[in-house]
């Protein structure tokens, strides 16, 4: 009797079991032992990156988990015949890598941010077969820089930012413009410059309505301090006009002067609404 149900148990796993291999065959796929007859070099590459260890990643597929299905491929030998991220549109790529980093926190809102917005594919910057620092193509600003040239140009300027690495400041993942959200720019600010945090009990309000980058060029200037305008009276002078600022001070008056060497305490101040020398 129980020889009986064990054939009726054994049964329909093995016809499951077959049914399954059948699908499998159907769908086209060949593994990466397949792939790598031709494609060893990458295929050895890959296999150092964290993509090959990853969560979500599908080892039975292997590298068929972002091309597609290779059988036809394979079978006439035809590279239209399997999926490459640089025929794809950039919407068409950032789908597929976001069907698995989609789970990470920083990238979950990457479908909203301006790189994605602006048609720019995970690929114009990562290489998923390389094993450099985030599978990026190149390094710091020198990748960012393909893009971004008249930015890159700031930091050949007399003073710049020594940060030379731009995602210290930017995350290209996240959907926040540091030119456009004034809080997110001072809180990365005072992420390095802490002394000006505060809080103070009297604040520079330009600071908290419009950012740093009122003042300063955050990434290259040929003024001390990255200021935007040198002489610096020229500087307190786009909001502190004559109209609003004592008579003696004038800006013939204080044309070599600095505003600074009195207002000592300009990013705020503890104990003077004027920010005078505490």
């Not at 031709?38 to 597929?61: M, N, Y």
Request: glycine share 6%.
């Amino acid at each position: 009797m129980w020889i009986l149900r064990r054939k009726w148990v054994v049964l329909p796993l093995l016809l499951f079991a077959l049914a399954a291999a059948g699908a499998s065959a159907e769908e086209g796929y060949v593994g990466d032992e397949t792939c790598a007859m031709c494609h060893d070099e990458i295929t050895l590459q890959f296999s150092r990156t964290p993509h090959a260890v990853a969560s979500g990643w599908s080892v039975e597929k292997g590298c068929e988990s972002c091309h597609g299905p290779g059988e036809k491929h394979v079978d006439e030998g035809d590279p239209e015949l399997i999926r490459q991220p640089s025929d794809l549109s950039a919407r068409e790529v950032n789908t597929m890598c976001m069907d698995c980093h989609k789970r990470q926190e920083s990238h979950f809102s990457f479908r909203q941010s301006i790189h994605s917005l602006g048609d720019v594919a995970c690929t114009s910057c990562h290489n998923p077969h390389v094993t450099h620092d985030k599978m990026l193509e190149r390094s710091g600003r020198q990748l960012c820089s393909d893009c971004h040239q008249a930015i890159a140009s700031q930091f050949d300027l007399a003073r710049s930012h020594p940060d030379d690495d731009c995602s210290s400041c930017h995350d290209p993942h996240q959907t926040r413009s540091l030119r456009t959200d004034t809080t997110a720019f001072r809180d990365t600010c005072v992420n390095c410059h802490f002394e000006k945090t505060g809080p103070f009990l009297y604040d520079h309000d330009v600071a908290l309505v419009d950012g740093c980058a009122t003042c300063h060029e955050v990434h290259g200037s040929p003024n001390r301090h990255l200021l935007k305008h040198e002489p610096q009276v020229n500087l307190c002078y786009q909001c502190h006009s004559a109209a609003v600022t004592p008579g003696w001070h004038s800006v013939p008056r204080f044309l070599n002067e600095k505003c600074t060497a009195c207002h000592t305490a300009i990013h705020g101040s503890n104990t003077s609404s004027f920010f005078l020398e505490e």
